[in-house]
């Protein structure tokens, strides 16, 4: 079956440290990948995304994320965590067509001054 | 350009009562997902419709149907509505040919 990992839960950074949120995926092929961020009692704000080509893709507010084919992973990255990122985090695939989007159980950031 | 819009905002129900959720696409989008959202989780995919047909469907119930008129708005309905019913109900549009959704800021439903 399809389906999203998001290993960490929570996760606890200092303002102005690097950060690395994990995801990985289990799909026959390789999906398109997003990363969404959900601030409390939002919707989901599109962060970034892979289609094909270049493994490390650049999105908003300084977020970038690294696909990693043999590793199945999908991992957001960014090197100065600011208050403002505190938010979930969801990882999420999509195989395309009229395929369904399959979406991780989310990475809930704290930032701590 | 407006983004994807739904309504209402908020809505609180009571068990057995049924509800209808609105979604208005992204301006050129023409194709419609409707997810669930329980608190603490990850959105669930309910089902997708495109040319006013239901394309695609998650796991979830008959008591979940949808409907999407010619201006590629889409309707979420729920009948017989249950606790468990209670959740973020979030709408995401995307052009056929593309492969990258937009999410609408939720309704929040509340089942008593």
Request: proline fraction near 5%.
């Amino acid at each position: 079956a399809q389906s999203v990992t998001q290993p960490d839960i929570h996760i606890t950074v200092s303002e102005g440290a690097s950060l690395e949120l994990r995801c990985n995926y289990s799909y026959g092929a390789t999906p398109y990948l997003f990363w969404y961020v959900q601030s409390p009692g939002q919707g989901l704000q599109l962060l970034l995304k892979y289609f094909s080509g270049d493994t490390l893709v650049q999105g908003i507010k300084g977020f970038e994320a690294e696909f990693k084919r043999s590793q199945s992973s999908f991992n957001l990255r960014k090197p100065s965590v600011h208050w403002s990122d505190a938010a979930e985090y969801f990882c999420a695939a999509f195989s395309g067509g009229y395929q369904k989007v399959t979406f991780g159980t989310g990475t809930k950031l704290q930032v701590i001054p | 350009d407006a983004g994807v819009t739904q309504s209402p905002t908020h809505l609180i129900k009571t068990r057995g009562q049924q509800v209808t959720l609105r979604c208005s696409p992204k301006s050129g989008h023409d194709t419609v997902s409707w997810y669930q959202q329980a608190l603490g989780q990850g959105p669930q995919f309910i089902f997708q419709y495109y040319e006013e047909e239901e394309r695609q469907r998650g796991n979830f119930p008959d008591r979940f149907s949808g409907h999407q008129f010619p201006n590629y708005s889409s309707e979420l309905n729920v009948n017989a509505l249950l606790l468990g019913d209670s959740a973020l109900y979030l709408c995401a549009s995307r052009q056929r040919d593309t492969d990258t959704q937009y999410f609408g800021p939720g309704t929040r439903l509340t089942v008593l």
